[in-house]
């Protein structure tokens, strides 16, 4: 079946940089990606939409520019935390949505649990 | 907007005990439903979905949820849990017939535990 891949799966970094979370579809065309946040105990929050080719379309309380957000091509998405600080650790999980094998679905990704110092 | 709310936070079963996982939504309009399980350590899989026709969906693993309109609930069942069932689940929705980036919209979770 179809699988969404997160890379890195963890991540740990410092305080003020820049952290880089890839999302790929692998082996069907994703024409929106959504990125998700997820605080312990608590339910996924989501933080953007993508469709390929255009801006990030981002929910209300979410900084664009701290999360920036590309999706350029139909296979790839990424969400980089600029300048990260303490209270931007958390589990980031993006799901694809696209056509697969003459079915629209959507998918998940594993996450990506980043822990910033 | 629509908003999930799922009442049961946490619930321990035993063996071959049934399950019942509450699920309630709120929007103005028609919704597709879902049901998500989250295995510890795993990335979330889509366990069932309803989107119109027979309000008693069954989906993998021997679950299978009722939409019931008038309720606005969407609640999950299994007549028998077995241990590897232990995992969150979440119940989410998102608005029907608005195209490919219709979002959805995630309850807080239920965390379910089966002892042995």
């Known amino acids: 079946g179809a699988v969404v891949s997160q890379h890195p799966s963890r991540v740990i970094c410092k305080s003020g940089t820049s952290v880089k979370i890839e999302c790929r579809s692998l082996?069907?065309?994703?024409?929106?990606m959504f990125w998700y946040r997820q605080f312990p105990k608590q339910s996924l929050m989501l933080m953007a939409t993508?469709?390929?080719?255009?801006?990030?379309?981002?929910e209300q309380g979410v900084e664009k520019d701290k999360f920036l957000i590309n999706h350029a091509s139909l296979t790839l998405s990424t969400l980089t935390v600029t300048s990260a600080h303490p209270e931007d650790s958390s589990f980031y999980i993006c799901?694809?949505?696209?056509?697969?094998?003459?079915?629209?679905?959507?998918?998940f990704g594993p996450g990506t649990r980043l822990l910033v110092l | 907007a629509q908003s999930v709310s799922q009442h049961n936070h946490h619930v321990i079963l035993s063996e071959a005990a049934s399950l019942e996982l509450g699920c309630n939504y709120s929007?103005?309009?028609?919704?597709?439903l879902f049901w998500y399980v989250q295995y510890p350590g795993q990335h979330l899989q889509l366990l069932l979905k309803?989107?119109?026709?027979?309000?008693l969906v069954k989906g993998i693993k021997g679950f299978e949820a009722e939409f019931i309109k008038s309720k606005f609930s969407f609640n999950l069942r299994k007549p028998s849990v077995q241990w590897s069932d232990t995992a969150e689940y979440f119940c989410?929705?998102?608005?029907?017939?608005?195209?490919?980036?219709?979002?959805?919209?995630f309850g807080t979770g239920t965390r379910l535990q089966v002892t042995l």
């Open positions: 799901s694809a949505r696209g056509w697969n094998r003459a079915r629209e679905t959507q998918y």
């Open positions: 082996d069907f065309q994703a024409t929106t």
């Open positions: 993508s469709n390929e080719g255009s801006k990030a379309t981002y």
């Open positions: 929007y103005g309009g028609t919704v597709n």
């Open positions: 309803y989107f119109s026709g027979d309000p």
């Open positions: 989410a929705v998102n608005p029907a017939n608005t195209g490919t980036a219709s979002k959805l919209t």
